[in-house]
């Protein structure tokens, strides 16, 4: 075998290496989500080189995704699109152009991304939006949160909070001819975090007069405490979401100091003071059986309390929704759950349905067998796959038959 014979093969074996991710038999286009990954890994190496060079933070890199993806608020035959501000927030304003004899409905969309990168402007969230837009004839907002590394918990929060207060003001109601009746708050990942705690918050501020009427929060991200979940294990390298960035982004979300990280990664931030809190994520009692398979809960292991103190916000249920106790969840309204077998945030969500249930809220649980974190945004080329269209469909259905 000639040299250049030889360099070929090795080249072919590394490329094959790299790309090659163990993808779960039952997800349909696996070569093509083996790629993408491939895509998501490399710009993750990139930022850890750039990191430890001293170029640019982790997450600054990541953000370069979101750059190209962006997409100006360009209007179209069935819906107008404008970029605005909430109460000084910025936000992509959504009204669909068909004619109506009566009120809108309205759908407040907040973007995933782990507080730390993504955007309303991505492709696939502005395609998502319009979509929601155009077939419910809804008055959709996405929130513009500004993002972690730069601001920390609790400016995301925050800014989701001050659009969907200034929103549900009857003024602003009337000028954008939306029925106070139906509206939803909406959000995946990070943003069904975001939309859970302040569906949360929303019930103690005396100063909302307007209620939500559902909620709908896909993948969410609900609680800090245990990282360590049956999900978190059995998909801690699944595409396209692997544990190691879970944690970095949850950290990233409070503090840059790397000590958290580090806690986080080992399971270990939670301080012994903060014990009582682990009943209320305690997989054990809230998984149905079929999600627990041959796992064994484990008594938590505590950690230093000068990160409870120095950190507090991981124990802020604004940022762990599944923190509140139960008298807090009376008063949600009706919630949509979609949850992905692949994904090490499927717990989260499973045991939020669980404990919504048991104070009697209605609460509609969709669990996709074959999909992975970040379904929904794989609904435009080059990276769209069949499974992000069927899991939008499912979605923009159930808004459509409940708003």
């Not at 507080?115 to 155009?134: F, Q």
């Not at 809804?138 to 920390?152: D, K, M």
Request: glycine letters at 6%.
């Amino acid at each position: 075998m000639g040299t250049k014979s030889l360099c070929l093969l090795l080249a072919s074996v590394l490329v094959a290496y790299y790309v090659y991710t163990p993808i779960p038999e039952n997800i349909e286009e696996r070569w093509k989500l083996m790629l993408i990954n491939a895509g998501f890994r490399t710009v993750a190496h990139v930022a850890e080189f750039a990191e430890w060079l001293g170029l640019m933070h982790y997450m600054e890199v990541l953000m370069m995704i979101t750059s190209i993806e962006y997409t100006a608020p360009i209007s179209d035959e069935n819906v107008t699109v404008t970029d605005t501000k909430f109460n000084n927030v910025p936000a992509r304003l959504y009204i669909p152009r068909k004619q109506s004899s009566g009120l809108k409905r309205a759908v407040i969309y907040i973007h995933g991304g782990g507080w730390c990168v993504g955007g309303s402007a991505m492709e696939p969230y502005d395609l998502l939006s319009r979509w929601t837009a155009n077939k419910l004839n809804a008055v959709v907002i996405s929130v513009e949160y500004r993002l972690a590394p730069t601001y920390h918990f609790p400016v995301q929060f925050e800014d989701v909070y001050t659009v969907v207060k200034f929103f549900l003001q009857n003024s602003v109601l009337a000028q954008y001819g939306v029925d106070p009746n139906r509206i939803c708050i909406s959000g995946d990942s990070a943003g069904g975090n975001l939309a859970a705690a302040v569906a949360q918050q929303l019930l103690d501020d005396l100063e909302v007069k307007v209620k939500l009427k559902i909620q709908a929060l896909l993948y969410p991200a609900l609680q800090t405490l245990d990282l360590d979940l049956p999900s978190y294990k059995d998909n801690e390298n699944k595409p396209i979401l692997p544990k190691s960035l879970m944690v970095r982004f949850w950290s990233e979300y409070f503090t840059t100091d790397v000590s958290l990280q580090e806690a986080m990664a080992s399971n270990s931030h939670v301080p012994a003071e903060s014990s009582h809190l682990f009943r209320l994520v305690n997989w054990s009692n809230l998984l149905p059986e079929k999600f627990k398979k041959d796992h064994v809960y484990a008594s938590p292991i505590y950690g230093s309390s000068r990160l409870g103190k120095k950190y507090p916000g991981f124990l802020d249920p604004r940022a762990a929704p599944l923190l509140v106790d139960d008298t807090k969840l009376l008063g949600l309204p009706v919630t949509y759950v979609l949850t992905c077998q692949h994904d090490v945030l499927r717990d989260d969500g499973i045991m939020y349905v669980s404990r919504l249930r048991e104070v009697g809220i209605e609460v509609i649980h969709d669990h996709i067998e074959d999909a992975i974190h970040g379904a929904l945004m794989f609904i435009t080329s080059p990276t769209d796959l069949a499974l992000g269209h069927r899991a939008a469909n499912k979605y923009i259905e159930w808004l459509n038959i409940n708003l």
